[in-house]
Nanobody, 124 residues
Framework: QVQLVESGGGLVQAGGSLRLSCAAS????????MAWFRQAPGKEREFVAA????????YYIDSVKDRFTISRDNAKNTVYLQMNSLKPEDTAVYYC?????????????????WGQGTQVTVSS
């Protein structure tokens, strides 16, 4: 119904930047809030950031709040995660998620669709 494809991951040095993209296709009109999650080896998948369907409001976990920016371009059906001042602890597979609901806070965001993930590796 909805397909999500992430891109933009790679290997960067600590302090560097990456911009992740999530391109949505299919029945994109049914999606509202969008979010980024990440999962490091041996760890649970964690919520990173989310954005409302309007793109006006967003939510970040504390560890990335001053460094990451989530944005969206609904005309392009694309969500971005600008990642600055990257740290080794940011290393993970980053997943894009879409919800048919409007909630974008981590307690209420309910993903209906997932991307395959893109690897982000931060070296020091």
């Amino acid at each position: 119904q909805v397909q999500l494809v992430e891109s933009g991951g790679g290997l960067v040095q600590a302090g560097g930047s990456l911009r992740l993209s999530c391109a949505a296709s299919g029945r994109t009109a049914s999606t509202r809030a969008m979010a980024w999650f990440r999962q490091a080896p041996g760890k649970e998948r964690e919520f990173v950031a989310a954005i409302s369907w309007t793109g006006i409001t967003s939510y970040y976990i504390d560890s990335v709040k001053d460094r990451f920016t989530i944005s969206r371009d609904n005309a392009k059906n694309t969500v971005y995660l600008q990642m600055n001042s990257l740290k080794p602890e940011d290393t993970a597979v980053y997943y894009c998620a879409a919800s048919i609901g409007y909630y974008y806070t981590p307690a209420l965001f309910s993903p209906n669709f997932w991307g395959q993930g893109t690897q982000v590796t931060v070296s020091s």
